[in-house]
């Protein structure tokens, strides 16, 4: 198994692609338990708790999306690459906390 986050990364957004919440949360959960190697610059760590957050909301499990989509937006306030992303999670958090 590699020791460095981005080949789970990119399995588990397959995954998630594919509406996989299962599949996808084996591999991103994976990735999180190496959260100590992600490099902060790289924008695919960001986008990892966005896509967490998508998969633990497919899952069912609220909180836990809640608790992705809040530290996605915590480490990319103010990024505009991520306008996109910003405005579903934003949608996302507003459904949960109803």
Not at 11 to 23: C, P, V
Not at 41 to 70: I, M
Not at 77 to 83: A, L
């Amino acid at each position: 198994m590699p020791c460095y986050y981005p080949p789970y990364l990119l399995i588990g957004n397959i995954y998630l692609e594919e509406n996989d919440a299962h599949g996808a949360l084996m591999y991103l959960e994976r990735a999180l338990s190496l959260q100590d190697s992600f490099m902060k610059s790289d924008p695919n760590v960001k986008l990892f708790y966005f896509n967490l957050g998508r998969a633990y909301l497919k899952k069912g499990d609220k909180k836990l999306a809640e608790k992705s989509f809040d530290m996605f937006l915590s480490i990319t306030s103010g990024d505009k690459r991520f306008g996109k992303q910003h405005a579903e999670a934003r949608a996302e958090l507003a459904r949960i906390r109803e």
